[in-house]
Structure formats: structure tokens, C-alpha cells
């Protein structure tokens, strides 16, 4: 059965899968990085588990996947394909396209961003299903987007399209790991939510999801905590809706696992900031964390299409 090999490669853990000519996934696993080993260990993990996959596919499926699409963290050189950095795995300019085609017989490798290629997955599979004009937005320990059209994911002139989280909505916020302060990131993240929550509760195990649950139950000091991170959101949000002009707007990440505890005051807040800005249908992602796997199922499918059409 043709399939090809699909990764999605996270900060702590892997999630991978064989994925079939309809977009069907055959096969599901995951890893640990090995992270705390350092960056060479990851990338033989990556490696390793890849080649895992790929016998698998033999055993099972009688033939070995015809191609293979990587999503990773961090900044990354599509093109030439390499992870070029990326903080938490610590590595730096990583031939991941190379290592991989070399390790599983020269099959073609796609290698992506890990949001634009949930992204990717978020639009032709789930919430943004024919929408021509969305971004996408997951919420989670950073922020990051997706900027959907027709289809594709635009990636920008070097690779760094979509990195809304570092749009400055606070000139006097916290310091952001970017350099600059105020970033929305430092303010509307899971993280940043975490962190303040910590604060305001008094418990240093609290976290988001702890935050939303007591903002549900009418708790005031977290109330307060969601109204400032969700005016920071919505700030950045503006800003981006006034530059892309989008049909749709995607949220995902942990953030949105709150439901409606999230997305009523989010809406509420982006209409109020709203001036001449047409203003697009604010909608959960569809895929929770099968967007990145799904995406990079895509990418492998998309590059063998590119390849034939060549």
C-alpha cells in the first residue's frame, strides 16, 4: 500500500504516523526526543525512529514509504532543508533533509516549520476547509501562526512569516526571549498564563488550564488574569487581521482547549478593537495535536506531486 512517513517533532516528545494517498493514517506512534542527551542524541533519535517507521511500512504494508515530511520547532530553512535553530532542542543548522533521505534509502524529504505545517493540516483537512484566506494561531507555550491561501502556507521571503507572537502589543511588558518587550507572547501564551497564575493564586503548580477552570467557577483573581491575557490576544489579532485581512481565523493550542471560556470574550474583545477592519469568523482548530503529523503527511504527498509535475 503507497504511503509515506509523517513527523512531528516537539519540544519534548515525537508524534509520527504512515499516512495513506487519502490522507488516512495507517499507522500512529510516538517518542521521546531525548532532549536531556543533547541536540546529536535527538537528531538520532529522529532518525532512528524514521527508519523504525519506515520498516514497519514494509512489514505491514508491503512497501516502504515513498517519501517523508518532517515538521520541527524553531526556525527552519525549508528550501534547503535545514533545522537551522531551534532553543528547545538546542540545535543549530541540522541537514535534517539529508540525514533523513540518507537514513531511509534516499526516499525525497520535506522539511517544516511545525506551526505553518499544522497550519497546512488545519486548512485542508480541518477548521479552515475551504476557506481561501485564514491564519492560524496555536496557543501554547509560545505563539506563532500560519497564514493560509489557497491552500498553501506562505512561508515569506526568508522563512519567518507568520510570527505574530512577537508583534509588540505592550511597549512596556515583560522582556520577551526575542530581545524586544511587550511581545504578545510574553502575555497571551499557555505559558504566560501559567505564570501569571501562579502568581496570582499563590500556587506555584497552577497552570493554564488550572486558570481557565477557575475563571468558569467565577474566581476574580483569575477572571482578572484571563482579561489581561485575552486584551493582549486580541490585541495582536487586530494587528494581524489589519495586515492580512484573513476570511478566517483559527485558534488552536492549549489556550483553546478552554472552549468558550476563551473564544466568547476573544471575539468580543477583537470586535471592540475593531475600527474599519472586515472582521473574520474566529473558530477552534479542528485537529487538536494531529495537525502537525497530518501537515507533515501533506508536505511528503505535495513534494512527490512537485516532483512528478518537474
Not at 238 to 251: C, E, F, K, Q, Y
Request: glycine share 16%; charged share 20%.
Amino acid at each position: 500500500m503507497r504511503h509515506v512517513i509523517a513527523l512531528d517533532v516537539g519540544g519534548t516528545g515525537m508524534k509520527a504516523a504512515l499516512v495513506g494517498t487519502d490522507g488516512a493514517l495507517l499507522y500512529e506512534a510516538r517518542r521521546a526526543t531525548g532532549r536531556e542527551r543533547g541536540p546529536d542524541t535527538t537528531v538520532e533519535t529522529i532518525l532512528g525512529f524514521a527508519a523504525d517507521l519506515r520498516a514497519y511500512g514494509i512489514e505491514h504494508f508491503g512497501e516502504s514509504a515513498v517519501a517523508a515530511g518532517v515538521a520541527v520547532p524553531g526556525i527552519v530553512d525549508a528550501a534547503r532543508g535545514i533545522a537551522v535553530y531551534s532553543a528547545n532542542l538546542g540545535w543549530r543548522d541540522v541537514p535534517l533533509r539529508e540525514l533523513l533521505g540518507t537514513r531511509l534509502g534516499g526516499v525525497p524529504v520535506a522539511l517544516g516549520h511545525d506551526v505553518r505545517t499544522g497550519g497546512l493540516a488545519e486548512g485542508r483537512l480541518g477548521a479552515g476547509r475551504g476557506a481561501d484566506r485564514f491564519l492560524f494561531v496555536p496557543l501554547g507555550t509560545g505563539i506563532a501562526g500560519a497564514i493560509g491561501i489557497e491552500g498553501t502556507i506562505e512561508a515569506g521571503a526568508h522563512g519567518y512569516a507568520g510570527e505574530i507572537g512577537h508583534v509588540v502589543v505592550r511597549p512596556d511588558g515583560p522582556v520577551c526571549s526575542c530581545g524586544q518587550t511587550g511581545c504578545m507572547e510574553t502575555l497571551a501564551s499557555a505559558a504566560a498564563v501559567t505564570r501569571a497564575w501562579a502568581a496570582a493564586s499563590g500556587d506555584p503548580a497552577a497552570d493554564a488550564a488550572d486558570c481557565a477552570k477557575a475563571v468558569a467557577s467565577g474566581d476574580p483573581r483569575a477572571e482578572a488574569v484571563w482579561a489581561d491575557a485575552v486584551d493582549a490576544l486580541a490585541a495582536g489579532l487586530v494587528t494581524a487581521l489589519t495586515l492580512l485581512d484573513p476570511r478566517m481565523l483559527i485558534i488552536g493550542g492549549g489556550l483553546a482547549e478552554a472552549g468558550e471560556t476563551l473564544f466568547t470574550p476573544l471575539r468580543v474583545a477583537v470586535k471592540e478593537r475593531a475600527t474599519f477592519q472586515k472582521l473574520p469568523e474566529i473558530v477552534p482548530a479542528a485537529l487538536g495535536d494531529t495537525a502537525g503529523c497530518l501537515g507533515a503527511g501533506l508536505l511528503a504527498w505535495d513534494l512527490l506531486s512537485t516532483e512528478v509535475s518537474a
